[in-house]
């Protein structure tokens, strides 16, 4: 008896769990689900959470209420209004928005794809035959996308679905049509190589002659400036070599204590204190070269001229520079001032120079 009543109790437990599944069931944040009742649609249900239905009589089917994306395998053929081909690559972005409405259209998820694509390329077809490849590429493309998702979200409407977004991926030629227009390219950026680089050989040509002209002003304009210089000296070396100048004779005496050690004279020979040593005679003819004659003492040798010459120079310039140091030496031999000893140095170390040209 007791194990009869155990099956019995167990057997009825099994029956309440079997009858509690058939009975409730729960729906998801991301579902819709639709209770149909002897395969009549009863209730539609939006809201997730545990509900109930009649077992035996009532079923369920889930509906998914998420964004749908419906990508085309491959890319479509439209032509432009320009009679040109095109292949787009589209998407579309699509969701159930009453599920009773898509249940009684299409049923499921196949069939609304298919009406969703039909709809949007025939919009496109459409609106592509309005338009330039220039329009649908850049300046018209959101106008035109606009348009196509607005008639297909019209025409998704009456199945219960709503068209969320419809974008292009993709917008090519096609292969014939790419090649021609890439030699077309190709062609015209050759042809505008060829100009620009014709340009620039004209270009460079003329500079070329423009700095060649250039050249040969300014080497003429330097040939004419030294010729100017060079016959304008010419003719200064010529006034000079053909003036007349004034004979002239150098008289040099030994220095003897308080007198003047050197004096010049003109034509005329003047006598001087002290004993003299000799007389240095250069004159001067035109077109004639120098003519030096030592007279009053026997001839010496061009090396004694010159180191005499040396010597002069060196005794002009020690009292020109000190004057000082000099009279300070010579105090006591020769009593000049300051004026008397510049002159003595000044012409001693003019008659060195003198001995020094004409011994050349």
Not at 267 to 285: C, D, I, Y
Request: aromatic share 8%; charged share 25%.
């Amino acid at each position: 008896m007791m194990n009869n009543r155990m099956g019995v109790v167990l057997a009825f437990i099994l029956a309440v769990a079997v009858l509690t599944s058939m009975t409730l069931f729960t729906v998801d944040q991301r579902e819709r689900a639709i209770v149909f009742q002897l395969g009549e649609v009863k209730e539609v249900i939006t809201h997730p959470g545990l509900h109930f239905k009649w077992p035996f009589i009532q079923n369920v089917r889930y509906f998914d209420s998420r964004i749908l994306t419906l990508d085309t395998p491959d890319a479509e053929r439209y032509i432009t209004s320009e009679k040109k081909n095109l292949l787009v690559d589209t998407f579309v972005k699509w969701r159930i928005i009453d599920a009773r409405q898509y249940y009684k259209s299409v049923g499921d998820e196949v069939r609304a794809e298919t009406r969703i694509s039909q709809t949007v390329n025939a919009t496109l077809r459409e609106e592509f035959g309005k338009h330039t490849v220039q329009e649908v590429v850049s300046e018209d493309r959101d106008v035109i996308m606009k348009v196509v998702r607005e008639r297909a979200n019209q025409d998704a409407k009456q199945i219960g679905v709503g068209i969320i977004d419809v974008r292009l991926k993709r917008v090519d030629l096609p292969q014939e049509v790419s090649d021609s227009v890439y030699k077309r390219m190709e062609a015209e950026r050759k042809s505008v190589a060829n100009q620009l680089r014709s340009e620039g050989a004209a270009a460079s040509e003329r500079i070329r002659a423009e700095a060649d002209k250039e050249r040969e002003v300014i080497i003429a304009n330097a040939y004419k400036e030294a010729q100017r210089i060079k016959g304008e000296g010419d003719a200064k070396g010529g006034r000079l070599c053909t003036g007349v100048r004034p004979e002239y004779r150098v008289l040099l005496f030994l220095p003897q204590p308080r007198s003047l050690p050197l004096e010049f004279q003109g034509p005329q020979r003047r006598a001087g204190a002290g004993a003299q040593f000799g007389v240095l005679q250069v004159s001067q003819r035109p077109r004639q070269r120098q003519q030096v004659a030592f007279t009053g003492a026997p001839e010496v040798a061009t090396s004694f001229l010159m180191a005499f010459a040396l010597m002069l120079v060196i005794e002009g310039i020690l009292p020109l520079l000190f004057p000082a140091q000099w009279r300070e030496t010579f105090r006591r031999i020769i009593q000049f001032s300051d004026g008397q000893i510049r002159f003595f140095g000044l012409t001693s170390m003019l008659a060195g120079l003198l001995l020094l040209l004409f011994a050349k």
